[in-house]
């Protein structure tokens, strides 16, 4: 493997503490890394190498040190460096050209650097405008490879310029777009699901499927996060992203292989085949709702409102809902349902595929004990697994029919260590597989599907904010979106196999 050097920007900031260097770390103890990698550290706070060694390692929080020698804290702590710069000053990046060619030559790197913007989004422009002015991202010894977090934009016309932006200074291959679900394991197992098996596929279609669900619930409420989370809302911050390529794994067409641009063409054409929403369908096809005060386990909680940095006044969604539809031959009519909220009764995120009855009712519905259809739920965290749903008789007399469930649960394949997403992403990024990360094209589209919803909801103030008691399944409402004779939204519990009008207390 390559030998690199992981520039990170924001060095000193909350991701990088409990995300990025945990996950350099473990990525290292797994020895997963080439021998030669360093990680350099930029921010605008001062700090020496030592400070900020024991900041983000020795005195980490998210770092435990239980069981490892001197000698190995010392090995990892000693390829940590850190430059203080202002980082829009584009003269300031003499500094860091300075400290990469020392570092370079220290670990024998050869030229090959990840820039991973850790940083508020408005900086996403000027550092790769700096770097460039610096000649650092030039290709003519080694590679450089840029990785921006999510915000990808704010809308279509700032995501649009951003990737104009960029590009002027970095080309596709080189910018990684992290999207952290994608780095799940059991979204990458959505295809394998669907495409190592051959039970499934032939029935992934309209003539099989009465409809999609996809859940994604957290029980926790904004916390301290309202300053950016009311700019942000849970269209933005869950669905155009993370949410959205759920859909396009679950829903796209085979590709022609696994390689990166074969899997990233089908997603980007199962994007262009969502049926925008109108702005004139948009009361009737989302739903928005806002988390209200309640009590839960006797203590009182805030609602949304009334949250440090949010408005009084604020109409934010911290819940949405959508039915949308998909216009190609797989689902032509099969509604797709997602919804994704705060404060709701627990945290889970799953995917419902629930199938068409039998054509023909042979039994009588008074024996049938089992009013499902069949479901198969794909369970993406936590107590990732399978479950599939179906009727079966219950001995004796006549033919009364019962739900049972056939179940897997990831827990059971292995022993090995299951990375975590940033550990995924990070090791793929090195290796330069570019498969987990969004392009930027499919960015572009995933925003113009959300566009005039945005934009209904900016310019229609009558479209209604619903509330919702913390720790109830959203506004009451939303159990009318899905139109099914039989079937409503499955309220899942923390295990997979259980599930009802569940409230985790
Ligand atoms: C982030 C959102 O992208 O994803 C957060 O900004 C959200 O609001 C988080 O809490 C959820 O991630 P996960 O992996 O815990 O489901």
Redesign the pocket.
């Given at each position: 493997m390559d030998g690199v050097i992981f520039v990170i920007f924001g060095a000193s900031g909350d991701l990088a503490v409990r995300k990025l260097i945990p996950a350099i770390f473990e990525l290292h103890q797994g020895k997963y890394l080439p021998e030669n990698f360093a990680v350099l550290g930029v921010s605008r706070s001062e700090y020496t190498d030592a400070a900020f060694r024991k900041k983000v390692f020795y005195e980490s929080e998210f770092i435990d040190l239980k069981g490892k020698s001197k000698e190995e804290q010392k090995d990892f702590a000693e390829r940590l460096s850190y430059t203080a710069i202002q980082t829009s000053e584009t003269k300031d990046y003499a500094k860091v050209k300075k400290q990469l060619a020392k570092i370079d030559k220290q670990f024998n790197i050869g030229g090959n650097y990840i820039y991973y913007l850790s940083t508020p989004p408005f900086l996403y422009k000027t550092i790769p405008a700096c770097l460039a002015a610096h000649g650092l991202n030039e290709e003519k010894e080694g590679w450089k490879r840029l990785v921006i977090e999510?915000p990808f934009g704010y809308d279509l016309e700032t995501a649009v310029a951003l990737n104009k932006d960029i590009k002027q200074y970095f080309q596709e291959n080189q910018i990684y777009r992290i999207d952290?679900?994608l780095g799940?394991e059991t979204v990458q197992n959505l295809l394998v699901t669907r495409f190592a098996n051959g039970i499934f596929e032939p029935l992934w279609n309209r003539n099989y499927i009465e409809h999609v669900q996809i859940t994604?619930a957290?029980n926790?409420t904004?916390g301290s996060?309202g300053g950016?989370?009311d700019k942000?809302g849970a269209l933005r911050?869950?669905f155009q992203?993370?949410l959205m390529q759920i859909v396009a794994h679950l829903a796209m067409e085979p590709p022609i292989s696994a390689d990166a641009n074969a899997i990233r063409n089908e997603k980007l054409k199962l994007l262009q085949s969502i049926r925008p929403i109108k702005e004139e369908e948009v009361s009737k096809q989302v739903i928005r709702g806002q988390y209200t005060k309640s009590t839960i386990e006797k203590k009182a909680i805030n609602g949304y409102r009334q949250e440090e940095g949010v408005p009084s006044d604020s109409r934010t969604e911290t819940f949405v809902a959508l039915k949308f539809f998909i216009d190609n031959w797989r689902w032509a009519g099969v509604p797709f349902y997602v919804r994704s909220g705060?404060a709701l009764p627990t945290?889970v995120?799953e995917v419902v595929i629930t199938f068409k009855d039998p054509p023909h009712a042979l039994f009588r519905k008074e024996e049938m004990v089992y009013n499902d259809n069949n479901q198969l739920i794909i369970r993406i965290?936590p107590d990732e697994g399978l479950l599939l749903k179906f009727g079966m008789k219950v001995p004796g007399a006549g033919f009364e029919v019962k739900d049972v469930g056939m179940d897997f649960h990831y827990s059971d394949l292995t022993n090995a260590h299951v990375p975590a997403?940033y550990e995924r992403l990070l090791l793929d990024m090195i290796k330069g597989d570019a498969t987990l990360y969004a392009r930027g094209d499919s960015v572009e589209e995933a925003w113009r599907f959300v566009e005039p919803i945005l934009n209904a909801w900016k310019n229609n103030p009558k479209i209604k904010v619903y509330g919702y008691p913390a720790g109830t399944w959203g506004p009451a409402v939303v159990a009318k979106l899905i139109e099914s004779d039989d079937v409503t939204w499955r309220n899942p519990c923390r295990d997979l196999t259980t599930d009802g009008s569940f409230s985790e207390l």
């Amino acid at each position: 493997m390559d030998g690199v050097i992981f520039v990170i920007f924001g060095a000193s900031g909350d991701l990088a503490v409990r995300k990025l260097i945990p996950a350099i770390f473990e990525l290292h103890q797994g020895k997963y890394l080439p021998e030669n990698f360093a990680v350099l550290g930029v921010s605008r706070s001062e700090y020496t190498d030592a400070a900020f060694r024991k900041k983000v390692f020795y005195e980490s929080e998210f770092i435990d040190l239980k069981g490892k020698s001197k000698e190995e804290q010392k090995d990892f702590a000693e390829r940590l460096s850190y430059t203080a710069i202002q980082t829009s000053e584009t003269k300031d990046y003499a500094k860091v050209k300075k400290q990469l060619a020392k570092i370079d030559k220290q670990f024998n790197i050869g030229g090959n650097y990840i820039y991973y913007l850790s940083t508020p989004p408005f900086l996403y422009k000027t550092i790769p405008a700096c770097l460039a002015a610096h000649g650092l991202n030039e290709e003519k010894e080694g590679w450089k490879r840029l990785v921006i977090e999510k915000p990808f934009g704010y809308d279509l016309e700032t995501a649009v310029a951003l990737n104009k932006d960029i590009k002027q200074y970095f080309q596709e291959n080189q910018i990684y777009r992290i999207d952290h679900y994608l780095g799940k394991e059991t979204v990458q197992n959505l295809l394998v699901t669907r495409f190592a098996n051959g039970i499934f596929e032939p029935l992934w279609n309209r003539n099989y499927i009465e409809h999609v669900q996809i859940t994604n619930a957290e029980n926790l409420t904004v916390g301290s996060r309202g300053g950016y989370y009311d700019k942000s809302g849970a269209l933005r911050d869950m669905f155009q992203n993370h949410l959205m390529q759920i859909v396009a794994h679950l829903a796209m067409e085979p590709p022609i292989s696994a390689d990166a641009n074969a899997i990233r063409n089908e997603k980007l054409k199962l994007l262009q085949s969502i049926r925008p929403i109108k702005e004139e369908e948009v009361s009737k096809q989302v739903i928005r709702g806002q988390y209200t005060k309640s009590t839960i386990e006797k203590k009182a909680i805030n609602g949304y409102r009334q949250e440090e940095g949010v408005p009084s006044d604020s109409r934010t969604e911290t819940f949405v809902a959508l039915k949308f539809f998909i216009d190609n031959w797989r689902w032509a009519g099969v509604p797709f349902y997602v919804r994704s909220g705060k404060a709701l009764p627990t945290k889970v995120t799953e995917v419902v595929i629930t199938f068409k009855d039998p054509p023909h009712a042979l039994f009588r519905k008074e024996e049938m004990v089992y009013n499902d259809n069949n479901q198969l739920i794909i369970r993406i965290q936590p107590d990732e697994g399978l479950l599939l749903k179906f009727g079966m008789k219950v001995p004796g007399a006549g033919f009364e029919v019962k739900d049972v469930g056939m179940d897997f649960h990831y827990s059971d394949l292995t022993n090995a260590h299951v990375p975590a997403a940033y550990e995924r992403l990070l090791l793929d990024m090195i290796k330069g597989d570019a498969t987990l990360y969004a392009r930027g094209d499919s960015v572009e589209e995933a925003w113009r599907f959300v566009e005039p919803i945005l934009n209904a909801w900016k310019n229609n103030p009558k479209i209604k904010v619903y509330g919702y008691p913390a720790g109830t399944w959203g506004p009451a409402v939303v159990a009318k979106l899905i139109e099914s004779d039989d079937v409503t939204w499955r309220n899942p519990c923390r295990d997979l196999t259980t599930d009802g009008s569940f409230s985790e207390l």
